[in-house]
């Protein structure tokens, strides 16, 4: 072995090394997935949707077990709306006393913090120590307009996307904060975000640029100037959740039965998984990544 060879073995080696070094670590950090879970959807018309799908999902991932827990709807509602429904109307509450749920999912709005995401916690861990919380971080209503009333659902094709950018990065912001400083009070992490809104807003980068199968407008993904859902969003939307609460990646599951219809949904849904699957896994907060709080 000459000389130049002696210095580059050493260092290939050093490299290899670290290379192990770091998937070892990668590993050691990396949250396993989770077992079938009671899952309880709470939220509004940007949220509510999920639970159907993630049955059937779970169904395609072969967890036999899953159980939606049950459903509370409020329309344009933050958390807190829902906490202060009347016992006899508030099914969440009945759920998490009842110890019935493994999984809380919850919608808040714009308005954050939202007390009512700490007080369905604390009252959830107290029926149920492993509970986890799930909240949803959605995309801005009306694009984050200043003028919500004279939006309208055309314009969703002129907004700025650095502009929903900054508007979804400060909300995602504020909810972080919240559940940051929630589960510093509690002691342990177990409250997570889903950053469905920057799964969203990736999307619509790749609409914008002509890379999202069988999708040509924002409009494709919004049925008003609010911004509710049409399938393709709804499924990632979907993605997100179902990443967030079972830990395991939605790339390969089949085309779901409500995109079936769409003659663009094989060649979408993979793409839509590949982006939820990639909110998630960046998201510090999401507990899929493993990442540092």
Sequence with gaps: MNFRHRLIAPSLAALLLLAAL?????????????????????????????????????????ITDHRTAGTQMIGGSRTLQHWNLPDDKNKAKAALRAGEVDVLTLSPHLLIPDEGIDNFTKLGLEKNPKLRVLVQGSWLPWD?????????????????????????????????????????????????VVPAGTAVLALREHIATGTAPGLTRQTDLFRDPIGHATPPLQAIV????????????????????????????????????????????????????????
């Design 22 to 62: 770091s998937a070892a670590r990668a590993a050691e950090l990396e949250l396993p997935p989770v077992p079938g879970q009671r899952v309880f959807v709470a939220g509004h018309s940007f949220h509510i949707f999920v639970a159907a799908p993630l049955a059937e999902f779970a169904r395609d991932a072969g």
């Design 144 to 192: 984050g307009s200043a003028n919500p009333k004279t939006f309208t659902t055309e314009q969703h094709n002129q907004t700025s996307l650095a502009q929903l950018r900054a508007g979804q990065s400060e909300w995602d912001r504020k909810i972080s904060a919240q559940i940051r400083a929630l589960n510093q009070a509690i002691g342990r992490d177990a409250v997570f």
């Design 238 to 293: 979907c993605y997100c959740n179902y990443a967030a609460i079972y830990r395991r990646s939605p790339v390969g599951l089949p085309v779901p039965s409500f995109l079936k219809n769409l003659p663009q949904a094989a060649a979408l849904t993979p793409l839509l998984q590949k982006l939820a699957w990639d909110a998630l896994t960046a998201h510090p907060l999401s507990g899929v990544s493993g990442t540092v709080k």
